[in-house]
C-alpha cells in the first residue's frame, strides 16, 4: 500500500472517530423545554452519520485507487519547525508578548522556507511585529497582549 | 426599471469622499493579495473582520468588493507571470497565459486579462442590477421549508462539483457541520459539544477555521514541498496590446462574460464550469486553434471575463437568499451577521443603502482596478519578488494578528493552529477545504430553518416535498447527488 493511501485511511478513521464521538456525544445534550419539536440533537446525528458515510466511501475509494495514482510527498524538516513556532506562539502569546512570541514565530517560518539568515530573520521579524503591532493598537484601537514588554510599551 | 432609480440612490452613497476611499483601499488590497501567492481574498476579508467591526457597515462592505473584485484582477497577474494560479478560476489563465508570457508577451496577456475583466465585471455587475431585485422578489415567497431545501442543494452541489471526487467535498463538508455545530444551541438554550471549555460555548467562530485552513494549512503545504520559487517572467516593454490582439480578445470578453454570471449565480456557484467551458468554446471558435496550448490570447481573454463575470454573479444568491456558493462569499455572510445583518430578500427592503451602495461600489471598483492594473501592471508584478521566508512569515503574524483580535482570547489562537494543521493534512490527501468553510457557515442556517419549518408544519415533515419550490429544489438536490458518480460511470464504461 502506498503512503498515500495510507494517509487517506488515517484521515477517514480519524473522521470515523469524530463521528462515532458526534453520535455518543449527541445523546447526552440536554433536550432542554421549549415548543421545539425537533430538539437539539436531530442535526448532530445526522452530521455524524454524515461523517460515517463519507469517511467510509473516502476508505473505499482510497482502496479501489490502490494502483498508483500521485504519490504523498512532503519534507518534516519544515513541517516540524513550523508547527514547533505554531505551538511556541500560542503557549508564550501572553507570557512574552504578541510582538516577542510572534517574532519567533516569523523567524521560525522564514527558516522552514529555506532562509539561512537566522539573525536578519529576527530583526525584519522584530521589526515587522512592532510596527503591526502599533498599527493595531494604537491606530486601530485593538487590544494586544504586551507580556514582557509591558513596562515598554 | 426600478432598479435604476435605486442604483443612483446607491451612486449617490457610494460616491461619498469616504466610501470612495474604502473601495479604493479595498481593490488595493485586493490587487496585492489577489497577486500574491498564498493568500487571498478569503483570507483578507477573514483577516479585515475584526478590524472592521467599528466601521460603518456600508463602509466596510464596499471595502471588502473591492477586496473580492480586486483579488480576481491580481489572480490573472500572477497566473500570468509566474504559472501559479491562485484559485481555481485562474488555472486556465494560468495555462495559455503563461504560453504568453514565455514568448515575450506578457504585457498583452496581462493587458487583455485587465481588460476581459473590466468588461466581465462591469456587465456582471449591470446584470447584478437587475437579476438581484427580480430574485429578490421571488425569494420573499421562500418560507423556512424552501430555504432548507435551497440550502440542501448548495451543499450536495458544492460537494460534488469541489473536490476530485464527491466523497471528499462530502467529508469537508460534514467536517464543517461539525464545526457549526459546537456551541449554545440557538433554538433550546442547550450546549453542545462543548467540551465544558468556555470559549466554546458562543461557539467556533468561522474566522479561526478559515484563517487556519487557509493561512496555516496553506502555509505549511508551500514549506513541506520542495519545489523551489518558481519563475517569474519579466515584462519586457509594457506596450499594452496590439490592434490585432483587440480584434482577437473582444468577443472572447463577450462570450466569457455570457457564460460566467449566469453560472456563477447557480446555487453550486464557482468558477472552474464557467471558466473551462469558456476555453474549450474559444478553442472551437478560433481562427487559430493550433495555438491553443502555446498561448493563444483568446484562451487568456474568454476564461478571465468567465472568471470576473461568475464572481459577480455569485453575489446574486449571496445578497438576495444569504446562500454563499464560494469560501470568500461564506465569510462576507459571517460579516453580514457581525453587523447584524442577514442577506436575504428583506435586506433590499430594510437596508436598501447598504445593497445599492455595495452594488454601486462594484462599477466604481471595477472603474478603479482598470485604472490600477492596465498601466501599473508592471509596478504590480513586483509584489511576486518579496521573498517567500518573509510572505509567509508575514501571513501568520496577520493570522495570529487578526484570530486573536476577535475576542482577544488565546484559546482561539490555538485552535486556529490546530484547524490549520488539520487543513495541512486534508490538503496533502486531496479534500478540498472550500465545503468546511461554507458548510460552517450554512449548516447552523440549515438546522434553524429545518426546525422552524417543522415548528410551522406542527412536525409534519411532509413540508419540504408538499410545497412545490422546497420538492423541487430537494429534487435538483438528488439529482445533482445522483449524476456526478452516474457521469463519471458512464464515461469509465464507454
Known amino acids: 500500500m502506498s503512503r498515500k493511501i495510507c494517509f487517506e485511511i488515517a484521515f477517514a478513521l480519524g473522521a470515523i472517530a469524530l463521528g462515532l464521538y458526534l453520535f455518543i456525544g449527541s445523546s447526552s445534550i440536554n433536550l432542554g423545554t421549549g415548543y421545539d419539536k425537533i430538539g437539539p440533537r436531530f442535526f448532530p446525528y445526522i452530521i455524524a452519520g454524515g461523517l460515517l458515510i463519507s469517511a467510509s466511501l473516502m476508505i473505499f475509494e482510497a482502496l479501489q485507487r490502490n494502483r498508483l495514482n500521485s504519490e504523498l510527498h512532503f519534507e518534516k524538516a519544515p513541517l516540524v519547525l513550523i508547527v514547533f513556532g505554531l505551538i511556541i506562539s500560542v503557549l508564550l502569546l501572553e507570557r512574552l508578548g504578541f510582538i516577542l512570541a510572534v517574532m519567533i514565530l516569523f523567524s521560525l517560518i522564514a527558516r522552514a522556507f529555506k532562509s539561512q539568515q537566522l539573525i536578519r530573520d529576527v530583526f525584519v521579524g522584530l521589526i515587522l511585529t512592532t510596527i503591526v503591532y502599533y498599527l493595531f493598537t494604537s491606530g486601530l484601537g485593538l487590544v494586544l497582549p504586551r507580556g514582557v514588554l509591558s513596562g515598554l510599551i | ?494
Not at chain 2, 473582520?49 to 477586496?67: C, E, Q, R
Not at chain 2, 485562474?90 to 487583455?112: D, F, P, V
Open chain 2, 1 to 494: 426599471m426600478e432598479s435604476l432609480g435605486l442604483l443612483v440612490d446607491g451612486f449617490a452613497i457610494a460616491l461619498q469622499w469616504n466610501n470612495i476611499f474604502w473601495a479604493f483601499v479595498g481593490v488595493l488590497l485586493g490587487t496585492a493579495v489577489g497577486i500574491l501567492p498564498g493568500i487571498g481574498p478569503a483570507l483578507t476579508v477573514a483577516l479585515l473582520l475584526p478590524v472592521t467591526f467599528s466601521l460603518n457597515p456600508v463602509s466596510a462592505f464596499i471595502m471588502f468588493a473591492g477586496i473580492y473584485y480586486g483579488g480576481m484582477y491580481g489572480g490573472s497577474t500572477t497566473s500570468i507571470l509566474l504559472n501559479t494560479p491562485g484559485e481555481s478560476g485562474s488555472i486556465i489563465t494560468a495555462l495559455e497565459g503563461n504560453k504568453m508570457a514565455r514568448s515575450g508577451r506578457a504585457s498583452a496577456a496581462l493587458a487583455t486579462a485587465a481588460l476581459g475583466s473590466f468588461v466581465a465585471g462591469t456587465l456582471g455587475t449591470i446584470a447584478l442590477t437587475f437579476a438581484a431585485p427580480a430574485m429578490a422578489d421571488i425569494a420573499l415567497i421562500f418560507g423556512p421549508a424552501e430555504y432548507f431545501a435551497l440550502i440542501i442543494l448548495g451543499f450536495t452541489t458544492i460537494s460534488s462539483v469541489l473536490g476530485k471526487t464527491p466523497a471528499r467535498g462530502m467529508l469537508s463538508l460534514f467536517l464543517g457541520l461539525a464545526l457549526g455545530v459546537v456551541g449554545i444551541d440557538l433554538q433550546t438554550g442547550q450546549a453542545r459539544f462543548t467540551m465544558d471549555l468556555l470559549p466554546l460555548f458562543d461557539g467556533i467562530h468561522v474566522v479561526v477555521v478559515a484563517v487556519g485552513l487557509f493561512a496555516v494549512g496553506e502555509t505549511l503545504y508551500l514549506a513541506t514541498q520542495s519545489k523551489g520559487a518558481g519563475e517569474i517572467i519579466n515584462i519586457k516593454g509594457w506596450t499594452w496590446m496590439s490592434r490585432e490582439d483587440l480584434a482577437r480578445s473582444w468577443k472572447p470578453w463577450l462570450r466569457g462574460s455570457l457564460l460566467g454570471f449566469p453560472i456563477g449565480g447557480l446555487p453550486t456557484g464557482g468558477s472552474e464550469i464557467p471558466t473551462f467551458l469558456s476555453y474549450a468554446i474559444e478553442k472551437r471558435l478560433s481562427k487559430h486553434p493550433e495555438e491553443f496550448g502555446h498561448g493563444a490570447i483568446e484562451g487568456v481573454a474568454g476564461p478571465e471575463a468567465a472568471n470576473n463575470a461568475a464572481a459577480a454573479g455569485v453575489l446574486v444568491p449571496l445578497l438576495t437568499l444569504g446562500l454563499p456558493t464560494s469560501a470568500t462569499a461564506a465569510i462576507m455572510l459571517a460579516a453580514f451577521q457581525q453587523f447584524n445583518l442577514q442577506p436575504g430578500p428583506l435586506i433590499f427592503i430594510t437596508n436598501p443603502e447598504l445593497v445599492w451602495g455595495l452594488i454601486a461600489s462594484l462599477y466604481i471598483g471595477n472603474f478603479m482596478l482598470l485604472l490600477l492594473n492596465l498601466p501599473l501592471a508592471p509596478l504590480w508584478a513586483r509584489l511576486l519578488k518579496i521573498p517567500s521566508p518573509f510572505l509567509y512569515g508575514g501571513i501568520l503574524v496577520f493570522a495570529t494578528l487578526g484570530t486573536y483580535s476577535l475576542n482577544n482570547s488565546v484559546f482561539d489562537v490555538g485552535l486556529m493552529y490546530l484547524i490549520g494543521v488539520i487543513g495541512f493534512y486534508m490538503r496533502l490527501v486531496d479534500i478540498p477545504v472550500a465545503p468546511a468553510v461554507i458548510g460552517m457557515i450554512l449548516g447552523p442556517m440549515a438546522e434553524q430553518q429545518f426546525r422552524r419549518a417543522l415548528a410551522i408544519s406542527q412536525g409534519d415533515a411532509t413540508i419540504f416535498f408538499s410545497r412545490p419550490i422546497s420538492a423541487t429544489l430537494l429534487g435538483l438536490a438528488l439529482c445533482a447527488l445522483i449524476a456526478v458518480p452516474l457521469v463519471k460511470y458512464l464515461q469509465k464504461r464507454s
